[in-house]
Nanobody, 114 residues
């Protein structure tokens, strides 16, 4: 399984970014997919999940601002991030669990300037 995240960058407070994650080596359409983020000195935290049937969950901090979605044809996971805040600054990872193993993308850095 390979996951490759992209789309991070530097944005001002209130701006938007769209993260993308390309998945290979798994039956993507039946995999639950996740976005995590991590800042230095803190544990990695789950930001959003989308299941194979489209059920979605977000942490409270991003509800109403972030939107997770998936394209099963192109095997891609997305995270649309709007109204970004400085506290959203982190490395963002896409992830999945496949055959009882956890797989992570390489991470993409999102920096929100105040």
């Amino acid at each position: 399984v390979q996951l490759q995240a992209s789309g991070g960058g530097l944005v001002q407070t209130g701006g938007s970014l769209r993260l993308s994650c390309a998945a290979r080596g798994l039956n993507f359409k039946i995999a639950s997919m996740h976005w995590y983020r991590q800042t230095p000195g803190k544990e990695r935290e789950l930001v959003a999940t989308i299941t194979q049937n489209g059920s979605i969950n977000y942490i409270d901090d991003v509800k109403g601002r972030f939107t997770i979605s998936r394209d099963n044809v192109y095997r891609r996971l997305y995270l649309q991030m709007d109204s970004l805040k400085p506290e959203d600054t982190a490395v963002y990872y896409c992830a999945t669990r496949w055959y009882d193993r956890d797989f992570w993308g390489q991470g993409t850095l999102v920096t929100v300037s105040s």
